[in-house]
């Protein structure tokens, strides 16, 4: 069974950057796609950004591009979100997910951290 933690959210004020990390656990790291949610309050879970397995590409969503980088430590099985000049939309729960290369949809899901973002 997978098992993903997600750390590193906290307050912080517009402008300011945080990295998120999300460790991984219970099976071959390298078999599984990584993405970043994100949930705020009201509204629908949103993509943030997707990674391959072997780091080989990424993907982001409009609002965070340019902004937000996303990456992955093989050795470490760790994804981590890089999240520069942050914005008070940016607000939310973000989460990490784990998809086998196979799969349609994501299959398993870390228990969120928090990221608020101050004006």
């Known amino acids: 069974q997978v098992q993903l933690v997600e750390s590193g959210g906290g307050l912080v004020q517009a402008g300011g950057s945080l990295r998120l990390s999300c460790a991984f656990s219970?099976?071959?790291?390298?078999?599984?796609?990584m993405g970043w949610f994100r949930q705020a309050p009201g509204k629908e879970r949103e993509s943030v950004a997707v990674?391959?397995?072997?780091?080989?590409?990424?993907s982001y969503e409009d609002p965070v591009k340019g902004r937000f980088t996303i990456s992955r430590d093989n050795a470490k099985n760790t994804v981590y979100l890089q999240m520069n000049n942050l914005k008070p939309e940016d607000t939310a729960v973000y989460y990490c997910?784990?998809?086998?290369?196979?799969?349609?949809?994501?299959?398993?899901w870390g228990q969120g951290t928090q990221v608020t973002v101050s004006s």
């Open positions: 997910a784990a998809r086998r290369d196979t799969s349609y949809s994501y299959d398993y």
């Open positions: 219970g099976r071959s790291f390298t078999t599984y796609n």
């Open positions: 990674i391959g397995w072997s780091g080989g590409w990424t």
